[in-house]
């Protein structure tokens, strides 16, 4: 048998067991406080799901001994008599900061508050689960820190830095701590900008150092360093004040000591070392008053520094020009440029140089008009940095100064006088400019002209002028918008005739020519570089061009010699033109036909029938009677008189019959210009005759068919009034059908009968065909063979008679046309299904057929062989039962 547990263990499980229910809980080991510090003690409870708020107990020990009640959050007077005035001026005090979590804040520590401090808190629970209070250490140190600002190495006023913008400056701080525990220092350099701060450069308790937002460049680069001089001293330096580091510096010391593996921070001491105030540098540039020089002298101007730096600093000049004083026309144009290395950056013919550290001269060669406009000098001061940089402190910029060179201008007169001057529309116009008077035109001086335009308004209107041609220095020809077009197709021509004479010739002026007309001579000076730059422009007095515009008349009169003729006769039409305000005119003459106001087979239509131009050229136009090629004639009888003939009319060349006559100007020889048109009245064609009147109809027998059937149309002529033989009667006879229910859509011709008996049938896209004969002397029959889905529709047939004349020539009467009669194509179901039905009843008889053949063979030979095998087993089975 085993021996019994003893009994510690026991009591080790049984605890253990206890200890699963909530546990309370403060730090872990001793904390340490300095006197005069405070102290703040956590105290919470694990695994507590109550609704209500946790109450707590705090109780203290100096020894680890019995206990003191010190404060409760629910029993105002649990603390102890020595406790109580402490809690009632607030310098012990409890604080909640979770309904399972409060604070134990004790004010201005004292030696006698070392000791322990248990946190409980009271059971309401049926039984015991868990632990209910927790004790830690608290060690009470004497301040032994002492953090103090050491005096200024620069001289100031008080704590107080001034200092220039790029100028060093340190700034220390004495830290030390005597306490007898082994504690570690951290310290932090802070800038305070008002209520801002700014972390600047830190060493922390493990001796690193860390640069603050905004200072890591600077650090990392050497500008901003922390140094440790003797045993307590830490300086803060920096190579190069910037305008952000003005402010105030403080001194931030904490001292911190290592419990069990964790760190805490025993106390933090703070003093402001100074105030660093960055003074602007003073920096002013000058170069002087306006100035005046003569064309190729030498241009001397000066730039004077004033500044109140005396360190090593290193100015850097810069000289600029521009031809507006102001910043608001071109951005300035550098001439030369001395760099801090005392390099000079300039063109060959300015020079840069320097008498003193505080003077800087531009010197400029052979000036000329083009170096007129203001100078100014641009000064930027460098100090030198860490690892060879170089840092801008200040800059300036001097005023500008006018310079004015000084030259002989040309002088010259310019006269403007019109050498042609057009009476009317299409006569030339010609203009020179001249230029008189020369004074101080030498070699290096040209001249050039812009030719311009002004309308014509009235007092009260803004008169603008627009640019027709401009010449630069370079004889380079520019064209304006209003002359560009005319001048490439050679209406317009401006040249030079002599050294001091210019031309513009309008071959052929518009009355959009119209106006006033002046001239600008530029005067161009050479400049070093080979270029030009304008130096004088002089207008000339403006020249008017104008005529008095008439409208141009033009008046055509149509007359006709026979008025009164019948069929089969010569028609004869003459046209008279007059004109008025049309130089030179020439006329094309063209002649129209219209039906006549009752006419309906096509109303409102005029037809072109031939036309003759100004050059003389006839030409059939709409002609398209191909028997009659020869029978219309166009003739010019006198220039101003033209003749119409027409052989052989027939009715359908009734109508009205006019000339339109259009007035052509010549224009630079072989050219010509419409100038007017005009219309003749109308001369009428109207045959009184009392011939036959003939109509058209259509009639079909078979309106509705099944597909495949043919279909037969009628056309039948009737003719009413005067009988007539067969024999002296043709009809072209046409075939028309609409392929819808309306009428809405473009008939399509079919086939077509002359009087020749020559049939023309169009070509369709299906597989129908037609067939059009004649059946009797007025009968004409149209076949549809083998009708298709696509053949119905609209038909109709139209009728052009043919009237034999006693004269025995042949006449046209007007075309008619039938009204229309609608066609339906219907399918047969019957024979639509015929031919699939046969043919799947076929392929069905033949598959049931080929299914019992395989059917058949496969039993016969594939399963014989397994039959004989069968029995064999069988009698294998009978002779081992008899054995």
């Given at each position: 048998?085993?021996?019994?547990a003893?009994r510690?263990?026991?009591l080790?499980l049984?605890?253990?067991a206890?200890c699963?229910?909530?546990?309370?809980?403060v730090?872990?080991g001793?904390l340490?406080?300095?006197v005069?510090?405070e102290?703040?003690?956590p105290?919470?409870?694990?695994?507590?799901d109550?609704p209500?708020e946790?109450?707590?107990?705090?109780?203290f020990?100096?020894s680890?001994g019995s206990?003191v009640?010190?404060a409760?959050?629910?029993e105002?007077g649990?603390?102890?008599?020595?406790?109580r005035e402490?809690l009632?001026?607030?310098?012990?005090?409890?604080?909640r900061?979770?309904?399972d979590?409060?604070?134990?804040?004790?004010?201005?520590?004292?030696?006698s508050d070392q000791?322990?401090?248990k946190c409980?808190?009271p059971?309401t629970d049926?039984?015991?689960?868990?632990?209910?209070?927790?004790?830690?250490?608290v060690?009470?140190?004497?301040?032994?820190?002492?953090?103090?600002?050491?005096?200024l190495?620069?001289?100031g006023l008080?704590r107080?830095?001034s200092?220039?913008?790029?100028?060093?400056f340190e700034?220390?701080?004495?830290?030390?701590?005597?306490?007898?525990?082994?504690t570690?220092?951290?310290?932090?350099?802070?800038?305070?900008?008002?209520?801002t701060?700014q972390?600047?450069?830190?060493?922390?308790r493990?001796?690193r150092?860390?640069?603050?937002?905004?200072?890591e460049?600077r650090y990392?680069?050497?500008?901003v360093r922390l140094?440790?001089?003797?045993?307590d001293?830490?300086?803060?330096?920096?190579n190069?004040?910037?305008?952000a580091?003005q402010g105030?510096?403080?001194?931030?010391?904490?001292?911190?000591?290592?419990?069990?593996?964790?760190?805490?921070?025993i106390?933090?001491k703070?003093?402001d070392v100074a105030?660093?105030v960055?003074q602007?540098?003073v920096l002013r540039?000058?170069?002087?008053?306006?100035?005046?020089?003569?064309?190729?002298?030498e241009?001397?101007?000066s730039c004077?520094?004033?500044?109140?730096?005396?360190?090593d600093?290193?100015?850097?000049v810069?000289?600029?020009?521009?031809?507006?004083?102001?910043r608001?026309?071109p951005?300035?144009?550098?001439?030369?440029?001395?760099?801090r290395d005392?390099l000079?950056?300039s063109?060959?013919?300015?020079?840069l140089?320097?008498?003193d550290a505080?003077?800087y001269?531009?010197?400029?060669?052979?000036?000329s008009?083009?170096?007129?406009?203001y100078?100014?000098?641009?000064?930027?001061?460098?100090?030198?940095?860490?690892?060879?940089s170089?840092?801008?402190?200040a800059e300036a910029?001097s005023a500008?100064v006018g310079v004015?060179?000084?030259?002989?201008?040309?002088?010259y007169?310019?006269?403007?006088n019109a050498?042609?001057?057009p009476?009317s529309?299409?006569?030339l116009?010609e203009?020179?400019?001249?230029?008189?008077?020369k004074?101080?035109?030498?070699?290096?001086?040209?001249v050039?002209?812009s030719?311009y335009?002004r309308?014509?308004?009235?007092?009260?209107?803004v008169?603008?002028?627009?640019?027709?041609?401009?010449?630069?220095?370079d004889?380079?020809?520019?064209y304006?918008?209003r002359?560009?077009?005319?001048?490439?197709d050679?209406?317009?021509?401006?040249s030079?005739?002599r050294?001091?004479?210019?031309?513009?010739?309008?071959?052929?002026?518009t009355?959009e020519?119209?106006?006033?007309?002046?001239?600008v001579?530029s005067?161009?000076?050479?400049q070093?570089?080979s270029?030009w730059?304008?130096?004088?422009e002089v207008f000339?007095?403006?020249?008017?061009?104008?005529?008095?515009?008439?409208d141009?008349?033009?008046v055509v009169?149509?007359?006709q010699?026979?008025?009164f003729f019948?069929?089969?006769n010569?028609?004869?039409?003459?046209?008279?033109?007059?004109?008025q305000?049309?130089?030179?005119?020439?006329?094309?003459?063209?002649?129209?036909?219209e039906k006549?106001?009752?006419?309906?087979s096509s109303?409102?239509e005029?037809?072109?029938i031939?036309s003759l131009d100004?050059?003389?050229?006839?030409?059939?136009?709409?002609?398209?009677?191909?028997?009659?090629?020869?029978?219309?004639?166009?003739?010019?009888?006198?220039?101003?008189?033209?003749?119409?003939?027409?052989?052989?009319?027939?009715?359908s060349?009734?109508g009205l019959?006019?000339?339109?006559?259009t007035?052509w100007?010549?224009?630079?020889?072989?050219?010509?210009?419409?100038a007017?048109?005009?219309?003749?009245?109308?001369?009428?064609i109207d045959?009184?005759?009392s011939?036959?009147?003939?109509?058209?109809?259509?009639?079909?027998?078979?309106?509705?068919v099944?597909?495949g059937?043919?279909?037969?149309?009628?056309?039948i002529i009737?003719?009413?009034?005067?009988a007539?033989?067969p024999?002296d009667?043709a009809?072209?006879?046409?075939?028309f059908?609409?392929?819808?229910?309306?009428?809405?859509?473009?008939?399509?011709?079919l086939?077509?009968?002359?009087r020749?008996?020559?049939?023309?049938?169009?070509?369709?896209?299906?597989?129908?065909?037609?067939?059009l004969?004649?059946?009797?002397?007025?009968e004409?029959?149209?076949q549809?063979?083998g009708?298709?889905?696509?053949?119905?529709?609209?038909?109709?047939?139209?009728v052009?008679?043919w009237?034999?004349?006693?004269?025995g020539?042949?006449q046209k009467e007007a075309?008619?046309y039938?009204?229309?009669?609608?066609?339906?194509v219907?399918?047969?179901?019957?024979n639509?299904?015929?031919?699939?039905?046969?043919?799947?009843?076929?392929?069905s008889?033949?598959v049931?057929?080929?299914s019992c053949?395989?059917?058949?063979?496969?039993?016969?030979?594939?399963?014989?062989?397994?039959?004989q095998?069968?029995?064999?087993?069988?009698?294998r089975?009978m002779?081992m039962?008899?054995?």
């Amino acid at each position: 048998m085993g021996r019994p547990a003893p009994r510690p263990l026991l009591l080790a499980l049984l605890w253990l067991a206890l200890c699963r229910g909530r546990v309370v809980r403060v730090p872990a080991g001793s904390l340490v406080r300095v006197v005069g510090t405070e102290l703040v003690i956590p105290c919470n409870v694990s695994d507590y799901d109550g609704p209500s708020e946790q109450n707590f107990d705090w109780s203290f020990s100096s020894s680890g001994g019995s206990f003191v009640e010190l404060a409760s959050t629910w029993e105002v007077g649990f603390g102890a008599q020595l406790y109580r005035e402490r809690l009632q001026r607030g310098e012990i005090l409890l604080r909640r900061t979770a309904n399972d979590a409060v604070e134990l804040h004790i004010k201005n520590v004292q030696p006698s508050d070392q000791g322990h401090y248990k946190c409980s808190t009271p059971s309401t629970d049926a039984t015991v689960q868990g632990n209910y209070e927790d004790t830690v250490q608290v060690k009470v140190l004497a301040d032994a820190l002492h953090v103090a600002a050491s005096p200024l190495s620069s001289p100031g006023l008080g704590r107080s830095l001034s200092l220039h913008l790029g100028e060093p400056f340190e700034l220390r701080c004495e830290a030390a701590t005597a306490s007898p525990l082994h504690t570690h220092l951290a310290l932090l350099w802070e800038l305070r900008h008002g209520a801002t701060r700014q972390r600047v450069l830190a060493l922390t308790r493990e001796g690193r150092l860390h640069p603050g937002p905004g200072y890591e460049q600077r650090y990392h680069g050497g500008d901003v360093r922390l140094d440790t001089v003797g045993s307590d001293g830490y300086r803060l330096s920096v190579n190069r004040a910037l305008a952000a580091d003005q402010g105030t510096y403080r001194c931030v010391v904490s001292e911190w000591i290592e419990e069990q593996g964790a760190w805490q921070e025993i106390q933090e001491k703070a003093v402001d070392v100074a105030t660093v105030v960055i003074q602007p540098t003073v920096l002013r540039a000058a170069v002087g008053r306006n100035v005046s020089v003569a064309e190729g002298k030498e241009l001397d101007l000066s730039c004077n520094i004033t500044t109140d730096r005396a360190d090593d600093v290193r100015p850097e000049v810069t000289w600029y020009f521009s031809r507006t004083p102001d910043r608001a026309g071109p951005g300035p144009h550098t001439l030369a440029r001395l760099d801090r290395d005392s390099l000079v950056h300039s063109s060959p013919h300015v020079a840069l140089s320097h008498v003193d550290a505080r003077s800087y001269h531009l010197l400029v060669r052979d000036v000329s008009k083009e170096n007129s406009g203001y100078y100014s000098c641009h000064v930027a001061l460098w100090v030198p940095g860490h690892n060879r940089s170089w840092h801008k402190v200040a800059e300036a910029t001097s005023a500008p100064v006018g310079v004015d060179v000084t030259w002989l201008e040309p002088g010259y007169q310019v006269y403007l006088n019109a050498s042609k001057v057009p009476e009317s529309s299409d006569d030339l116009t010609e203009l020179e400019c001249r230029v008189v008077d020369k004074k101080s035109m030498e070699g290096s001086v040209r001249v050039t002209v812009s030719w311009y335009y002004r309308m014509n308004r009235r007092n009260d209107d803004v008169v603008t002028s627009e640019l027709l041609a401009a010449m630069d220095g370079d004889w380079t020809l520019q064209y304006g918008e209003r002359s560009k077009q005319r001048a490439q197709d050679g209406d317009f021509i401006f040249s030079k005739e002599r050294a001091d004479t210019f031309s513009f010739r309008i071959q052929r002026t518009t009355e959009e020519d119209r106006g006033n007309y002046y001239c600008v001579v530029s005067a161009w000076t050479k400049q070093r570089n080979s270029g030009w730059v304008k130096s004088r422009e002089v207008f000339s007095k403006p020249v008017h061009i104008f005529w008095a515009s008439e409208d141009s008349v033009l008046v055509v009169k149509a007359r006709q010699p026979k008025p009164f003729f019948a069929a089969g006769n010569t028609f004869e039409m003459t046209c008279k033109v007059s004109s008025q305000n049309i130089k030179s005119p020439r006329y094309s003459v063209l002649i129209t036909a219209e039906k006549p106001a009752g006419d309906l087979s096509s109303p409102n239509e005029t037809k072109y029938i031939i036309s003759l131009d100004q050059d003389a050229v006839v030409r059939l136009e709409n002609w398209t009677d191909a028997s009659r090629v020869d029978g219309v004639v166009l003739e010019k009888v006198q220039e101003d008189e033209f003749r119409y003939r027409m052989y052989q009319t027939q009715v359908s060349d009734a109508g009205l019959y006019r000339c339109v006559v259009t007035a052509w100007s010549p224009v630079r020889g072989s050219l010509w210009r419409e100038a007017a048109t005009s219309l003749s009245n109308p001369i009428e064609i109207d045959f009184q005759t009392s011939g036959p009147i003939f109509n058209a109809s259509v009639y079909s027998d078979t309106p509705s068919v099944i597909r495949g059937d043919l279909v037969k149309l009628f056309c039948i002529i009737t003719v009413e009034g005067a009988a007539l033989d067969p024999d002296d009667m043709a009809f072209d006879v046409s075939w028309f059908v609409v392929h819808s229910f309306g009428l809405d859509k473009a008939p399509i011709l079919l086939s077509s009968l002359d009087r020749k008996g020559i049939v023309s049938t169009a070509r369709r896209d299906w597989k129908s065909d037609l067939s059009l004969e004649r059946v009797g002397v007025l009968e004409f029959l149209l076949q549809v063979h083998g009708s298709e889905d696509q053949d119905f529709g609209n038909y109709y047939c139209s009728v052009a008679p043919w009237v034999k004349s006693p004269t025995g020539s042949w006449q046209k009467e007007a075309e008619i046309y039938s009204k229309p009669v609608f066609i339906t194509v219907k399918m047969d179901v019957l024979n639509a299904f015929k031919y699939p039905l046969l043919i799947g009843v076929g392929l069905s008889t033949v598959v049931g057929l080929l299914s019992c053949l395989i059917g058949y063979c496969s039993s016969h030979w594939c399963c014989k062989k397994e039959v004989q095998e069968t029995r064999r087993e069988r009698r294998r089975l009978m002779s081992m039962e008899m054995d």
